[in-house]
């Protein structure tokens, strides 16, 4: 059993992902993923929630939930995440809680930026909770940035994040070290992550990408993947009504271990700007 978890809960750092946003593509988030999972993905991308939220007064929070169920196959994973940024702030904050083959994960993360906004950092704390065995309390770090190399194009930018998991080692026998390298260019997504650089427990190349079509109702994005030799695709679909936003998504994981079933997983999300 323990095997298993840390295989899953921490080399992945989930099999199937905390949404659709970060299954569909690989899993891979360390430097792709900016949303209510952040927390426990990598907490240092919290700061960058309202990057995409327009010119908004410093006082207006932007405030983010959402949650995930698997609807086939045998990972029987169940989230919800919340995350919240206050505009022109450099901080960003979230919570969350997770229930993975038989293990409630409760948590929270912190981000801040440093220098001029690029670059931040970010930690965690998880109290992970297994049916069978002793609680542990885990503490992870991480940092992300930012670097413009195409000047002339505004979806020219590198973001790179690195994970340090398990500072303590209160569940794993060793900390885990994952980094990923993602880019925005012509309309694509594209995402490299490296879990578990040691190979402590499990080593995995991930790749994944996303492209986004606007529409008059919505957005749809998809995306597709893999996750080490495991294919990965899905789609969301993602509509605004001033300042609040919805989406839903479904994702596909293909699963090539033993007997177990190819996961399908299903996720909801919500999103406000509010001013106090």
């Known amino acids: 059993m323990l095997a298993a978890m840390t295989s899953i809960a921490w080399a992945s750092p989930f099999q199937v992902g905390l949404n659709v946003n970060l299954a569909m593509a690989g899993n891979t988030g360390v430097s792709r993923v900016?949303?209510?999972?952040?927390?426990?993905?990598?907490?240092?991308?919290?700061?960058?929630?309202?990057?995409?939220?327009?010119?908004?007064?410093?006082?207006?929070?932007?405030k983010m939930i959402g949650g995930s169920i698997d609807v086939a196959?045998?990972?029987?994973i169940t989230t919800l995440n919340l995350a919240a940024k206050q505009f022109g702030r450099p901080y960003g904050m979230g919570l969350g809680y997770i229930d993975v083959f038989d293990t409630e994960?409760?948590?929270?993360?912190?981000?801040?930026?440093?220098?001029?906004?690029?670059?931040?950092?970010?930690?965690?704390?998880?109290?992970?909770?297994?049916?069978a065995g002793d609680n542990a309390n885990v503490l992870s770090a991480g940092i992300y940035g930012k670097w413009d190399?195409?000047?002339?194009?505004a979806t020219g930018v590198l973001r790179y994040g690195a994970v340090v998991r398990d500072l303590t080692s209160d569940f794993l026998p060793k900390r885990i070290y994952d980094a990923g390298l993602a880019t925005t260019y012509a309309g694509l997504d594209v995402a490299f992550d490296l879990v578990d650089i040691s190979d402590e427990v499990d080593r995995v190349w991930r790749c994944g990408v996303t492209k986004t079509?606007?529409?008059?109702?919505?957005?749809?994005?998809?995306?597709?993947?893999?996750?080490?030799?495991?294919?990965?695709?899905?789609?969301?679909?993602?509509?605004s009504d001033e300042n609040q936003s919805f989406k839903v998504g479904l994702a596909w994981h293909e699963v090539d271990e033993g007997d177990a079933d190819d996961d399908i997983l299903a996720s909801v999300g919500y999103a406000r700007n509010l001013g106090f």
Do not use: C, H, K
């Open 149 to 153: 190399y195409d000047q002339d194009a």
């Open 213 to 239: 079509f606007a529409t008059r109702s919505g957005d749809w994005t998809v995306g597709a993947g893999l996750d080490d030799n495991d294919l990965t695709a899905g789609v969301n679909y993602a509509w």
């Open 105 to 131: 994960i409760i948590g929270v993360g912190f981000g801040r930026t440093f220098g001029r906004g690029n670059v931040s950092w970010g930690i965690n704390y998880m109290n992970m909770n297994p049916d």
């Open 34 to 62: 900016v949303d209510e999972t952040s927390w426990a993905v990598n907490p240092a991308a919290l700061p960058y929630l309202d990057s995409a939220a327009g010119d908004l007064e410093d006082d207006v929070w932007q």
């Open 73 to 76: 196959g045998d990972t029987d």
